[in-house]
Structures are given as structure tokens and as C-alpha cells.
């Protein structure tokens, strides 16, 4: 059962222009969530994060909206940049009993086409 | 450069033999945890050690064990291992307090033929 789900693959976008990455959960016991960004033969890269106390989290080009009602987050990318080719990981945690263990979707290919 | 060390890069090995991955956290950093991606999946927690005891357990099967040493590194030890443990094996760091950002080391390939 997966409890964090990246329905879309992968996404390809212009450069200059919006990138939207959605992310689904099931578990409504999540409490924070987080976007790690791959490049091949590398370890994940934290991004970005909110607490599900926001419904926005903006950082320079970096912004996660999260909806709790409908168990949704995105990260929008304004503006992309091929430097932003990777893939995106949606990644969700509880912190109750003081664990960190985080709950990855399956991960969503991004291209910026120059 | 995330400061999480992992050996080796790459591990080719058969069917029902053992091994030995390696994880060397952050400077400072006391919580190590270990993924694994398989083909086409995300990344599954499969445990978290916190100043050498262990914090929490993912899907981590028995012929799987770990533990994290005083000098805070860590090993993952997979035993009779199957075609299907081929995957990538990721290692995390973070200081350990529960909002801590989990910084993650460039990853071990290994490969069960």
C-alpha cells in the first residue's frame, strides 16, 4: 500500500516557464512533508519542506503548496531552468514517538528543454 | 557534496552470499538511516540507528541487519542474498532531532547475479 503517491512519471517543461510537481498521501497522520531533488549517480538533495500547520512554503524559485483536506501537496518551480533536470521525490513523516523515518513516492522525472 | 561518505560505490556478488555496506554520517551528526531503491520504486526506510541504538525499523527483512558503531558509522549487512535485494542502498545522516533534515551520501549499487 503505498502511502505516498507521484502519479506522474515524468514532466517536461520549457525553460522560463512553471513546473508543477503533484504529490498525493493517504495517511492522514503525516505531519511533514518534504521534496528531495535526484541527479543521476547521486544521492537525494533536501529541497524543501513544510509542516502541515502551513499550507505554503516559498523559497526563492521553490514553492510547496499543501492542500490537507485533499491530501495533496505540489512544489512549483517558477522560473525552470535546466539545471532543475531531475527527479523529484515527495517524501512524508509523522514525528509522533520521536521517530524520522520519511515515506518517499516513487519519484517524478523532470526535463527543462532549453 | 553532503558529507555522508558510502562504500563501495558498487558491489557485484552471487546469489546466497553476504556482504557488507558501509556509512559514514556527517561530522556531528548522531541519526544514520538506510533506504532502499529498487527498479521503478522509491525510496523504502529500512532503519534508523541514533547514537548507536536503534531508533526505528522500516521493511528491513530478517537476512537484512544493521548496526551503527561508537565512532557513529554505520554497516548494513545483507545476507543469502537474492536476485531481488539487487537495488540501490541509500544512507542518510541528520543531528537527530525529530525536524532534522536528513542529508543523504551518494549511495551503494549493488547487484545479485
Same mark, same amino acid.
Given at each position: 500500500?503505498?502511502?505516498?503517491k507521484?502519479?506522474?512519471?515524468? !514532466?517536461?517543461?520549457?525553460?522560463?516557464?512553471?513546473?508543477?510537481?503533484?504529490?498525493?498521501?493517504? @495517511?492522514?497522520?503525516?505531519?511533514?512533508? !518534504?521534496?528531495?531533488?535526484?541527479?543521476?549517480a547521486?544521492?537525494?538533495?533536501?529541497?524543501?519542506?513544510?509542516?502541515?500547520?502551513?499550507?505554503? @512554503?516559498?523559497?526563492?524559485? $521553490?514553492?510547496? $503548496?499543501?492542500?490537507?483536506?485533499?491530501?495533496h501537496?505540489?512544489?512549483?518551480?517558477?522560473?525552470?531552468?535546466? *539545471?532543475?533536470?531531475?527527479?523529484?521525490f515527495?517524501?512524508?513523516?509523522?514525528?509522533?514517538? *520521536?521517530?524520522?523515518? !520519511?515515506?518517499?513516492?516513487?519519484?517524478?522525472?523532470l526535463?527543462v528543454?532549453? | 557534496?553532503?558529507?555522508?561518505?558510502?562504500?563501495?560505490k558498487?558491489?557485484?556478488?552471487?546469489?546466497?552470499?553476504?556482504?557488507?555496506?558501509?556509512? #559514514?554520517? %556527517? #561530522?556531528?551528526?548522531?541519526?544514520?538511516?538506510?533506504? =532502499?531503491?529498487?527498479?521503478? =520504486?522509491?525510496?523504502?526506510? +529500512?532503519?534508523?540507528?541514533?547514537?548507536?541504538e536503534? %531508533?526505528?525499523?522500516?521493511?528491513i527483512?530478517?537476512?537484512?541487519s544493521?548496526? =551503527?558503531?561508537?565512532? +557513529?558509522?554505520s554497516?548494513?549487512?545483507? #545476507?543469502?542474498?537474492?536476485?531481488?535485494?539487487?537495488?540501490?542502498?541509500?544512507?542518510? #545522516?541528520?543531528? &537527530?532531532?525529530?525536524?532534522?533534515?536528513?542529508?543523504? &551520501?551518494?549511495?551503494?549499487?549493488?547487484?545479485?547475479?
Open positions: 500500500d503505498q502511502q505516498v507521484q502519479n506522474s512519471p515524468s !514532466l517536461s517543461v520549457q525553460e522560463g516557464r512553471i513546473s508543477i510537481l503533484n504529490c498525493d498521501y493517504t @495517511n492522514s497522520m503525516f505531519d511533514y512533508f !518534504l521534496w528531495y531533488k535526484k541527479y543521476p547521486e544521492g537525494p538533495t533536501f529541497l524543501i519542506s513544510i509542516s502541515s500547520i502551513k499550507d505554503k @512554503n516559498e523559497d526563492g524559485r $521553490f514553492t510547496v $503548496f499543501l492542500n490537507k483536506s485533499a491530501k501537496l505540489s512544489l512549483h518551480i517558477v522560473p525552470s531552468q535546466p *539545471g532543475d533536470s531531475a527527479v523529484y515527495c517524501a512524508a513523516s509523522t514525528h509522533q514517538g *520521536g521517530s524520522e523515518k !520519511l515515506v518517499f513516492g516513487k519519484g517524478t522525472k526535463t528543454n532549453p | 557534496d553532503s558529507g555522508v561518505t558510502q562504500t563501495p558498487h558491489l557485484i556478488t552471487a546469489t546466497g552470499q553476504r556482504v557488507t555496506l558501509r556509512c #559514514s554520517p %556527517r #561530522s556531528g551528526d548522531l541519526s544514520v538511516y538506510w533506504y =532502499q531503491q529498487s527498479l521503478d =520504486q522509491g525510496l523504502q526506510f +529500512l532503519i534508523q540507528y541514533y547514537n548507536g536503534e %531508533r526505528a525499523k522500516g521493511n527483512l530478517e537476512r537484512f544493521a548496526q =551503527q558503531f561508537p565512532d +557513529l558509522h554497516e548494513l549487512n545483507l #545476507s543469502s542474498l537474492e536476485l531481488g535485494d539487487s537495488a540501490l542502498y541509500f544512507c542518510a #545522516s541528520s543531528p &537527530g532531532r525529530v525536524t532534522d533534515t536528513q542529508y543523504f &551520501g551518494p549511495g551503494t549499487r549493488l547487484t545479485v547475479l
